[in-house]
């Protein structure tokens, strides 16, 4: 079985090196630099890649991973899609032949965007950037993904893990553009719309985030629970931001009752209460996030809600009623998920000694 690695690259220098051994498991690395003003180029031919340069104007992510997907020899079975700041696990080629069947077009494998503070996962998700040749092509100008022109057979790989560490110092002052062009190209795909409303929430353009995160809710094909319900907190955030608490909570309880086995929309809404000394609501929407037991692997989970937070709020909600031996408790569990969060600690400290 042949297996080859494809990617991009522009001013990654500085990643080269720790990228190439994480592909050291493929049969060959093809890369397409896009314009490189450092030595990126040259540190990755030294390392055993085949690379070729173009630049592209204007640019687009779907034209330019094309091009490179377009580099690998045709004797490939299997393509593995990367980018220059990401990593792969050791052992990745030997889950992936291991899980690949006859008939797969597409393998679905863990992939880490981002880490917490103590270097735990943060945001993780399943990722299908493994393909067979022949059977698909990259679209959409940003947040591109592979479309086919043949049916779709996943397969699950275990063991396989993607992790991303960024540079960042990297800008992506071109990434509104680039989804208001998406939208404009294709305004029946949902998932652009919902990335296009929450880029402008990321910039604080809070009524233009609200308006588009509006019309994702209003597609026919915004069918997919999460999501929706993602566009329904941002929706509250950019309320929150604009003094409309109100409005904000309406749209976290619909967030809430859209996907019931979510904790993000019952943590933001336990923050809300928290925010409005609300204490008794607090401590509601904590007890039902924290019953809620198994994180999906999608994007639209938030670190925030699986980690110490809803523990957190609980205990400060409890210790405000009262109830200061169960806030005592609350803390404890807070601290044992964050044992190196300084002010967890300094809180649990000034409870217990309040209880002598």
């Known amino acids: 079985m042949k297996i080859y690695v ?14 190439m051994a994480s592909m050291a498991e493929a049969d060959g690395v093809y890369v397409l630099d896009t ?64 899980a690949w069947r006859p008939g797969c077009t597409t393998a679905r494998y863990e992939y880490v965007w981002s880490f917490n503070a103590d270097g735990s996962d943060g945001v993780k998700f399943l990722y299908e950037k493994v393909h067979r040749p022949g059977v698909c092509r990259w679209t959409h100008p940003v ?16 063991g396989m893990r993607l992790e991303h560490h960024p540079d960042p110092t990297k800008s992506r002052g071109d990434y509104l553009r680039l989804l208001e062009l998406s939208v404009a190209e ?17 910039r604080g353009r809070w009524d233009e985030a609200i308006e588009t995160l509006k019309a994702h809710l209003a597609m026919p094909s915004a069918t997919w629970p999460p999501e929706r319900a993602a566009s329904m907190r941002f929706i509250a955030r950019c309320y929150r931001a604009k003094g409309e608490t109100e409005a904000a909570e309406l749209w976290l309880l619909r967030a809430a009752f859209e996907a019931p086995d979510q ?35 999608t994007y639209t989970t938030e670190p925030e809600a699986w980690g110490a937070l809803p523990w957190t709020l609980l205990s400060i909600a409890c210790w405000r009623q009262g109830e200061k031996t169960w806030a005592v408790n ?14 967890l600690r300094a809180d649990l400290a000034l409870m217990e000694r309040d209880l002598l």
Request: proline share 6%; charged share 30%.
């Open 6 to 19: 494809y990617a991009i690259s522009k001013n990654e220098e500085a990643f080269a090196g720790r990228w």
């Open 35 to 98: 314009g490189s003003t450092d030595g990126t180029v040259q540190r990755l031919q030294a390392l055993g890649a085949n690379v070729q340069t173009r630049v592209f104007d204007p640019w687009r992510f779907d034209t330019a991973r094309n091009a490179s997907m377009d580099l690998v020899p045709p004797d490939a079975d299997i393509l593995v899609c990367t980018d220059l700041d990401e990593v792969l696990a050791p052992g990745w080629r030997a889950a992936l032949e291991k």
């Open 143 to 158: 947040h591109e993904i592979l479309t086919y022109t043949v049916p779709k057979v996943c397969c699950d790989v275990p």
């Open 186 to 202: 294709a305004p029946e795909d949902d998932r652009n719309r919902h990335y296009l409303g929450r880029e402008y929430m990321f």
């Open 263 to 297: 904790r993000e929309p019952l943590v933001d809404l336990a923050k809300l209460m928290y925010d409005q000394s609300r204490w008794r609501s607090c401590e509601r929407y904590c007890r039902r996030a924290l019953d809620i037991k198994h994180r999906d692997l």
């Open 330 to 343: 609350c803390a404890r569990r807070a601290l044992a998920l964050e044992p190196e969060n300084d002010r």
